[in-house]
């Protein structure tokens, strides 16, 4: 199933995090009003939780729309986890979400365009970071972190990254990541808007210099080659995109994707 991960920066936390914490928000579903919630709360309150249950998580995400066109000929790993370290800076939360989902069905004998889905994540926080570990497009745990921001205490923003400044990080440091592929987009050229550049050394083509240089240009997604010895050959390929969201298609257990993630970001973000 591999792993999505989002990265959001905590603003504020609530003063009493030990409890349940809940936004609300009206919406219009099938023609009537709503109330859709999103959850955060530590795992050993599960079983004193009512009224969000598991309907609907049975449904499966397409791949990120930043990232389905950076891997058109790779299956996703269905099977074996990658194990990892321990995760000592981070307490551990379960983030429930429920939002308006498009989805044509028939009960009891009525037909429905739209259904409301719930969502469930597994976050962990610290002082500066709550990162999000799932299946699930990396847009539904951003929509459950800004329904948190907008209706409770909890208040974090998602990472927005230019990746054209964080690749000079990536280029210049010695910490064993290199770039795979590029995703370019809004060139702006008469033949050409977007392009997707791929292949060894890929940041030092000609192409890929030009296109950096060209005006309004954007690059929205970058894979990355990861060197770790706890993988097959010694790395794992893992892209980024814009929106500060990781994407891997090897399942990697929450440990191991944690200890990827903070590695990636404290280069991307010239922390080390």
Known sequence: ????ITVNKIKRKPSDFEEVVIGQETIQ?????????????????????????????????????????????EEVEQVTLIPGGNITDY????????????????????????????????????????????????????????????????????????LLDALENIITSDSGITIKTGWFANLGLATLDSVLLRGEDVDQAADWKRFKRTAGASLSNIELLVEDDA?????????????GILYCKRNISPEKSLELTDRIFKIVLGEE
């Open 1 to 4: 199933m591999g792993f999505v």
């Open 29 to 73: 579903l099938e023609g009537s009003s709503a109330v859709a919630e999103t959850k955060i709360y530590k795992p050993q309150l599960s079983s004193e939780l009512q009224g969000m249950n598991a309907e609907h998580e049975e449904i499966e995400d397409e791949i990120d729309e930043d990232f389905i066109e950076v891997f058109p000929d």
């Open 91 to 162: 307490e551990k939360y379960i983030l429930k979400h429920s939002q308006k989902y498009p989805i044509v069905g028939v009960l009891n004998q009525r037909e429905f365009k739209e259904i409301l889905r719930i969502f469930s994540f597994d976050v962990y926080i610290n002082n500066s970071y709550a990162i999000s570990y799932s299946k699930h497009k990396g847009k539904f745990a951003q929509s459950a972190f800004k329904r948190l921001s907008d209706t409770t205490d909890f208040k974090s923003d998602p990472y927005e990254l230019n």
């Open 231 to 243: 993988f097959p050959n010694n790395s794992i390929a893992i892209s980024l995109s814009k929106r």
